[in-house]
């Protein structure tokens, strides 16, 4: 069963503006990742938080970290129509992955 | 890192026969992970592929719908028996970063249309 729920399922924003997406978890946790999926194909790894950690940056992608709500997030600053993609939190359970519902994030140029 | 070619990259197949996925990886991995992705939806880990062993399959999932192969530590099959149009689904092979890295690698995954 998946381990969390994210929000929103759909997202279509203005190429330049932000994308914000959220993910929410149930149990204790390591680390929480962030993965895109181009057009049903394979999934890529974007970015790795640690349960210790509260926010981490890469290029123009911001996670955030909130254990203690046990939530997530990831903006994409600055979009490009090449953001345009499913994007999957995942939250690593006894060695093995479990994702988030997914958000479709469509960037219109 | 790691570089995972997996194939078919899609089929069409009738209802009642088998299809066989493969999954070829660059480095040797313990484990190799097989997900089912079904249409709109998140990814649903199938079972998880150990060498030397058998597969662990999880809950909803069982042996005789989806035997997997492991024959050495950089190759594994999943095959999709007797299908039926609800086995209509992408089906992705994946491992993890060794190490104690987590992150995963998927291969390109195979897109099933059962007819």
Redesign the interface.
Known sequence: ??QGEEDPQALSIQEGENATMNCSYKTSI??L?W?RQNS??????LI?IRSNEREKHSGRLRVTLDTSKKSSSLLITASRAADTASY?C?T?VG????????TILRVKS | SAVISQKPSRDICQRGTSLTIQCQVDSQVTMMFWYRQQPGQSLTLIATANQGSEATYESGFVIDKFPISRPNLTFSTLTVSNMSPEDSSIYLCSVMGGGGNTEAFFGQGTRLTVV
């Not at chain 1, 049903?40 to 790894?45: A, E, M, S």
């Not at chain 1, 060695?95 to 997914?102: D, P, T």
């Open positions: 069963s998946q390591n680390n990742q993965y049903g194909r394979g999934l890529v790894h790795l999957f995942a690593d060695n093995k992955l479990v994702f988030g519902a997914g």
